[in-house]
């Protein structure tokens, strides 16, 4: 944060000497462990003490160039990060009702974590600042809690409430929230889950995941997919024998179970190598392993779980070998770690 605000100040002057700083503003995502409440209360919100000073100076610089404050909300990472989170209030379909003081309540972690922030800027003097959501989602795989069933309903909540234009109890009216994300990302690093690649409202390939109405109406339908995805060809590859790598070629022989080989591709790790089985004791491969021969593959089947036959027994598929060969992603960039807000 310390290098941070500098680095905020400089663009924006910067954009300032353009001569666009009136329409276009610097902001700083920010997560929404930046504040806390002592009492578990949204009415007793405030930045964290130890970068209480920094956040007060921010927000209103943020407020005197017109710019909004913007967070990333995630009522999944409550429940990620405490079993003992009371489960129905991370979604908007009730449940569950949790009092604040005079008197006001609330009903989901959502509107709770939102009004926090909204007193946390009252105690910083900026009460009106605009505050803007940057990210809100729900993963579909890659933990008990991330599926498609849950992120249906998490979206189907949100979306509704959107539409209605109630705001929260402390400030309502409409709220800008943009959904995080749109497809899956098989580069993102899986250090805070397993869930990490699985955000995406669409496959890594543009297919719809569930039925869903972004206008809040309730007509859920599956969105429409990406026409003409370019899928890269598919190949089989098996080790190099002369590989100088002999850690990873000592990783790479072990013995798998021949019914825990027969899995099919979208089991397999997202940047690992697949195993194919045709004999009952596969290899298995690793992800360090890199391969020198390959040779085309027969396939049939869909591009996610395509039915192949190897050149030989013990032989092994790169599992993006079926990946589109270009696509919206963000990359590989080992993104900060959104947290929410643990409340209650």
């Keep these: 944060m310390k290098t941070t605000f500098p680095a905020l100040k400089?663009?924006?002057?910067?954009?300032?000497?353009?001569?666009?700083g009136d329409k276009v503003k610097a902001v700083v995502p920010l997560n929404a462990d930046v504040y806390v409440s002592p009492d578990?209360?949204?009415?007793?919100?405030?930045?964290?003490?130890?970068?209480?000073?920094?956040?007060?100076?921010m927000v209103k610089f943020l407020h005197d160039h017109g710019a909004p404050f913007v967070v990333n909300i995630y009522p999944f990472l409550s429940l990620y990060q405490s079993d003992d989170f009371p489960f129905e209030f991370a979604f908007f379909d009730g449940g569950r009702n949790i009092q604040d003081k005079g008197g006001v309540s609330y009903s989901n972690v959502f509107d709770a974590n939102y009004d926090t922030l909204v007193n946390a800027l009252k105690k910083a003097g900026v009460p009106n600042l605009r505050v803007i959501v940057?990210?809100?989602?729900?993963?579909?795989?890659?933990?008990?809690?991330?599926?498609?069933?849950?992120?249906?309903?998490?979206?189907?909540?949100?979306?509704?409430?959107?539409?209605?234009?109630?705001?929260?109890?402390?400030?309502?009216?409409?709220?800008e929230v943009y959904l995080f994300g749109l497809f899956d990302e098989d580069m993102k690093s899986i250090a805070p889950g397993n869930f990490e690649r699985h955000w995406g409202i669409f496959?890594?390939?543009?297919?719809?995941?569930?039925?869903?109405?972004?206008?809040?109406?309730?007509?859920?339908?599956?969105?429409?997919?990406?026409?003409?995805?370019?899928?890269?060809?598919?190949?089989w590859c098996v080790f190099d024998d002369g590989a100088k790598d002999k850690a990873?070629?000592?990783?790479?022989?072990?013995?798998?179970?021949?019914?825990?080989?027969?899995?099919?591709?979208?089991?397999?790790?997202?940047?690992?190598?697949?195993?194919?089985?045709t004999s009952p004791t596969p290899s298995?491969?690793?992800?360090r392993c890199r391969t020198r021969t390959c040779a085309p593959a027969t396939s049939t089947g869909s591009p996610r779980s395509p039915t192949r036959t190897p050149p030989r027994a013990g032989a092994c598929s790169r599992s993006r070998s079926s990946a589109p060969a270009a696509g919206p992603r963000r990359g590989s960039d080992g993104r900060r770690r959104r947290r929410s807000w643990p409340w209650p």
């Design 203 to 235: 496959t890594y390939d543009g297919k719809s995941k569930f039925p869903m109405d972004l206008t809040g109406q309730g007509h859920d339908r599956l969105l429409s997919p990406v026409p003409d995805v370019q899928y890269l060809p598919r190949q």
């Design 284 to 287: 298995t491969c690793t992800s």
């Design 10 to 20: 400089n663009i924006q002057k910067a954009l300032d000497e353009a001569g666009v």
């Design 134 to 175: 940057g990210e809100a989602g729900w993963p579909t795989d890659g933990n008990k809690n991330a599926n498609l069933k849950l992120a249906r309903r998490f979206y189907d909540g949100l979306l509704k409430k959107l539409s209605k234009n109630d705001g929260t109890p402390v400030r309502p009216g409409k709220m």
């Design 248 to 277: 990873c070629r000592g990783t790479s022989s072990t013995r798998a179970p021949a019914a825990t080989a027969r899995r099919s591709a979208t089991a397999a790790p997202a940047t690992g190598w697949t195993r194919r089985a």
């Design 40 to 57: 578990d209360k949204p009415s007793s919100g405030a930045f964290r003490p130890d970068i209480k000073d920094l956040m007060t100076d």
